[in-house]
């Protein structure tokens, strides 16, 4: 987010970067080594497909390394959706929402600057209250 001239990191970003800063991924060597093998690719002393073949394979490295990380989240009850009562309701950081489109009942979980919690969320819709 930016802040008058500077850059300030949202804590969404924190988050993401305190789950990667010791993966590959976040290995800032990588570049200057890329630059490097483009540097040799440009003076025909490498191959462009082995450089792409080097990049297919630390690609498939990063994602297997990335999909292995265990991201906590909170512990979704599985509601009913209060227009048609059939379908069970879609809940993400910022709507809840009837899984059927035809339904297209929607709730935005932030209402006047306030987050509507899992806990909130689920007395709403049982009980309707918060």
Known sequence: MRKSKTLHPTDKGLQVYNLVKD?????VQMTAEWEKTLDRIEK??????????????YTAEITS????????????????????????LIIKAKIAKCADEQCNWILFRITCGIQLSIKDLTLLLTQNKT
């Open 23 to 27: 993966k590959k991924i976040a290995n």
């Open 44 to 57: 025909d002393e490498l191959s462009k497909d082995q450089f792409m073949n080097d990049i297919q394979h």
């Open 65 to 88: 390394e990335l999909l292995s990380l265990y991201i906590p989240q909170e512990n979704i009850p599985q509601l009913k959706c209060p227009k048609c009562q059939k379908h069970t």
